[in-house]
């Protein structure tokens, strides 16, 4: 059978993408692409006409079949998401499982991912670290998800859009207390770069007087819990005493 190859793209400078990704776009028999919009322009800066197949979520079963039957048949596929590592908080996931199950070979080509790029300068301890992709898009929910891991005392990195940046701020701050350092990373790799650091409230109050800063792509990095004296304590307790501490520094 064929290799499915599993291809990381930039996630905006251009130049980030490989030589080896663009060997391996040009020469498989097919792009399975999240957003064949995007990634017919990316082949167009490569000068790469290679077929691009539509798969996202929302095709995701339906297609997989048809892409397992091709690699059964000896071809070589490449998977790409819209933008940086696929399966990382975008869709993949069944196919490379799928492949595995069946004894396709899967290679993967590394490059730029969102949440490593940005914990890689955000200058938060980095020895440990807890990916959590998207926090839910409902404050209640939102709020008891951060509840779940208030005691990890690794780097937390979330995804955030725009829309909902102030919101989550306002919630980690209210699960997590205000004595956390966050680090905003914003547009990696692209012309407005920007990494602000400060507690929740320090930073809501900056993205709320610039509203520039609230523009583009995100990433929230938030330091782990600071000590683990309050692992083994009810979730309720933990939280009087973060409110306390916060209270009375
Ligand atoms: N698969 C991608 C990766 O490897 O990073 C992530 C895809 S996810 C659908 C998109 C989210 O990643 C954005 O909402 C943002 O939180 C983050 N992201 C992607 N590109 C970014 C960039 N250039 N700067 C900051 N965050 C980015």
Not at 121 to 137: C, K, T, V
Request: with cysteine; glycine share 8%; aromatic share 4%.
């Amino acid at each position: 059978s064929g290799i499915l190859y599993v291809v990381a793209t930039p996630i905006g400078n251009l130049a980030d993408l490989s030589a080896r990704a663009r060997r391996v776009l040009g020469e498989v028999s097919a792009i399975a692409a999240e957003d064949t919009r995007t990634t017919h322009q990316l082949l167009n800066h490569l000068g790469i006409a290679t077929e691009l197949i539509a798969y996202h979520e929302h095709n995701e079963s339906a297609m997989m079949p048809r892409l397992l039957a091709r690699l059964a048949a000896g071809e070589d596929l490449a998977l790409v998401a819209e933008a940086g590592t696929p399966l990382i908080s975008d869709p993949g996931y069944q196919l490379v499982a799928a492949a595995r199950a069946q004894a396709i070979r899967v290679v993967p080509i590394p490059g730029a991912n969102a949440a490593i790029c940005a914990l890689s300068a955000a200058g938060l301890p980095s020895d440990r670290f807890l990916f959590l992709g998207f926090p839910p898009r409902t404050q209640s929910r939102r709020r008891t998800w951060i509840e779940g891991v208030a005691n990890e005392p690794g780097t937390l990195i979330l995804y955030e859009s725009p829309h909902r940046i102030l919101e989550t701020l306002a919630d980690l701050r209210m699960v997590l207390g205000d004595g956390r350092r966050i680090v905003l990373a914003r547009e990696l790799t692209k012309r407005f770069e920007t990494f602000l650091s400060g507690s929740a409230s320090e930073l809501i109050a900056q993205l709320e007087v610039d509203a520039d800063q609230r523009r583009g792509e995100l990433v929230i990095l938030v330091e782990g819990c600071p000590s683990a004296d309050l692992q083994g304590l009810s979730p309720e307790v933990q939280r009087t005493l973060r409110i306390l501490a916060d209270a009375f520094p």
